[in-house]
């Protein structure tokens, strides 16, 4: 008996994987399926502390930047839940991020191209040159295999801790991606200290700063960065997450593009303005009347250790003012680390690490339309939607986009425009052009 063959697998299933599933399920000519560990879609769980919002418009949902009449838009998701009038009264553009987690949800479960519970342990290509794809999956702890003409790899990042901070308690020391898994432990701390100017730690502050008065711990927050700088989200700032600035940014020479790339951290990686508002509000209130707040804001200070105490009642941050260079020791009970993630290169690749190429800096190699470049010939192609900063730009982890490149994976499986590929989107060219 032949085996079925898919057009597509997708490994992993995050927003991005999830919102090409959603797109490929009116494709009917695109025979398609997704597998994800997770028993279900849950979309950074540790950071879904009550006010946050997304940093992007609701437009950016799985679907609407493809298509608006898509039943997977979140303003579907609204209609069935009865909320269309009170998202309405809101009167805002973001909707709150434990609501874009549930309306992934909501879609996760109504597709049936999505299946949880089911650990792809390994990808082995076919053939020379390669014609198609062998997936191993562990379902329910039963090994069953799968073949597709291609592969997307949708695995995200992993949290990143720092060496300096690492060997530590995981009770007391935790990177924020785990921050809701903690709190009980923050309430009953008496010293905070918050590493990271990002919106996660920002975040994380905010609420530490919140709840102080009611659990008297003193609260620290640490940056390395010159300062808590807003993300840069002026209009036309924002045009650097559009396909004209993708496609200029790839055309670059690869070491000029890690140049520029390394100076446009507040376009992607400050802090939302209202979050700063509300947390200078806080600040503000509870030192009315010249109340000690026990509270410190430090930039411009970098961490180089960690190291318990003698007495076992918390930590010594071994901290440096770097503009003047002036070591001083903070101590802290807990330390909370949002110190960001890096790419993940999931360990079912293995047995395709030999056909990838690589760069020295071991990146893969990515086409503009979000292959993998191989070093065999091949019909088939492995798609991927992270790693590919160094590659494609700022725009690589943008909700909004991550619509855009997966028009471009639809149309390059079907061979033809089944989501057209609009130009023109924004008012200013990056370069001179006849």
């Known amino acids: 008996m ?8 997708g490994v992993g299933i995050g927003p991005f994987n999830l919102g090409l599933a959603a797109l490929l399920d009116p494709v009917k000519e695109i025979d398609s399926l997704f597998f994800e560990k997770k028993e279900k ?8 502390i009550e006010g946050t919002r997304l940093q992007v418009p609701f437009m950016a949902d799985l679907v609407t930047m493809a298509d608006p009449t898509n039943p997977y838009s979140y303003l579907n998701y609204l209609k069935h839940h009865n909320r269309l009038y009170n998202f309405y009264f809101l009167q805002r553009l973001e909707m709150p991020r434990n609501e874009y987690n549930h309306y992934c949800q909501w879609a996760a479960d109504l597709l ?21 794809y062998e997936i191993s999956v562990n379902q329910s702890g039963e090994e069953k295999k799968y073949f597709a003409k291609n592969i997307i790899l949708g695995v995200g990042t992993v949290p990143s801790l720092p060496s300096s901070l690492q060997g530590m308690s995981e009770h007391d020391v935790f990177h924020s991606s785990t921050f809701l898994d903690h709190v009980e432990r923050c309430k009953e701390a008496k010293s905070i200290t918050v590493i990271g100017s990002g919106q996660s ?18 609260l620290n927050w640490i940056t390395r960065s010159q300062g808590f700088f807003p993300m840069e989200e ?6 650097h997450f559009s396909p004209e600035y993708v496609d200029y940014f790839y055309d670059l020479p690869q070491n000029q593009k890690d140049d520029i790339f390394s100076g446009q951290q507040l376009l992607y ?4 303005p209202h979050t700063i508002t509300d947390i200078y509000n806080l600040l503000y209130e509870q030192s009315v009347g010249g109340k000690q707040m026990d509270v410190m804001l430090m930039p411009l200070t970098e961490i180089n250790g960690l190291k318990e105490k003698e007495d076992g009642s918390g930590y010594e941050l ?19 680390a949002g110190t960001g993630y890096r790419p993940l290169i999931p360990e079912c690749l293995n047995d395709l690490k030999d056909f990838i190429e690589w760069d020295e800096k071991g990146r893969y190699h990515v086409s503009k339309d979000f292959r993998l470049t191989l070093n065999q010939e091949s019909s088939s192609n ?19 986009l991550a619509v855009n490149r997966n028009k471009i994976i639809i149309n390059e499986l079907a061979g033809k425009a089944i989501y057209p590929i609009l130009e023109g989107n924004i008012f200013q060219q990056f370069e001179f052009k006849e």
């Open 2 to 9: 032949r085996e079925k063959m898919y057009d597509l697998i």
């Open 41 to 48: 879609f849950d979309w950074h769980p540790g950071m879904l």
């Open 112 to 132: 049936e191209s999505c299946q949880f519970g089911t650990n792809v342990t390994a990808v082995v290509p076919v053939g020379s040159p390669i014609t198609h």
């Open 201 to 218: 730690s920002a975040e994380i502050f905010r609420e530490l700063l919140k709840e102080r008065n009611d659990h008297g711990y003193s």
């Open 234 to 239: 002026t209009r036309l700032s924002l045009e």
């Open 269 to 272: 990686k400050g802090i939302s």
């Open 318 to 336: 071994e901290c440096r003012q770097w503009q003047k260079n002036r070591n001083f020791l903070i101590e802290s009970e807990v330390i909370v």
């Open 382 to 400: 492995i798609f991927v939607h992270s790693g590919m900063q160094h590659t494609h730009g700022v725009g690589s982890t943008n909700l909004g």
